[in-house]
């Protein structure tokens, strides 16, 4: 009895770098939304455009947005930043920029900073009314 194996081999195919090239690359977006204090005139969207650029870093150097693709956009009432995924952008250091540049201008009294969604953060004012009933029945 003769026994007989058999090899199949996959040919599995390779993308070039013009195949590469033409793939999308993941860009992940954050979002500032600066509506509240804008349409009141508190806060200056291109100041603080400003700060966030001249702030941001990326491995430890600040200055480095144009060399890794991190792109900060102004709308009349929000800031988008965009930056390639593989970087690994952290939202967190945005909200904490945004809280030191509120402090800065002595703004951080009234307003907070608050995720509205997974990549998006709001400026908010702090709302006052709430505790005052309770204090005069006491």
């Known amino acids: 009895m003769k026994l007989t194996i058999t090899t199949s081999t996959m040919i599995i195919p390779f993308h070039t770098a013009s195949q590469q090239a033409k793939s999308k690359k993941s860009v992940v977006k954050f979002v500032i939304d600066c509506t509240q204090p804008v349409d009141d005139k508190v806060l200056d969207v291109a100041l603080f455009e400003k700060y966030l650029h001249d702030r941001i870093k990326i491995d430890g150097k600040t200055g480095a947005l144009a ?3 991190v792109v900060i956009q102004r709308d009349r009432t929000k800031l988008t930043i965009a930056s ?13 920029l945004s809280k030191r540049y509120l402090k800065k201008q002595q703004l951080r ?3 907070r900073v608050v995720a509205a969604s997974k990549s ?3 400026l908010r004012y ?3 009314a709430g505790g005052d009933e309770d204090a005069d029945e006491e």
């Not at 390639?84 to 904490?96: D, M, V």
């Open 120 to 122: 998006t953060y709001e």
């Open 84 to 96: 390639p995924a593989e970087l690994g952008f952290s939202k967190r250091q945005l909200k904490y």
């Open 109 to 111: 009294d009234y307003l």
């Open 67 to 69: 060399a890794n693709s």
């Open 126 to 128: 702090f709302s006052i």
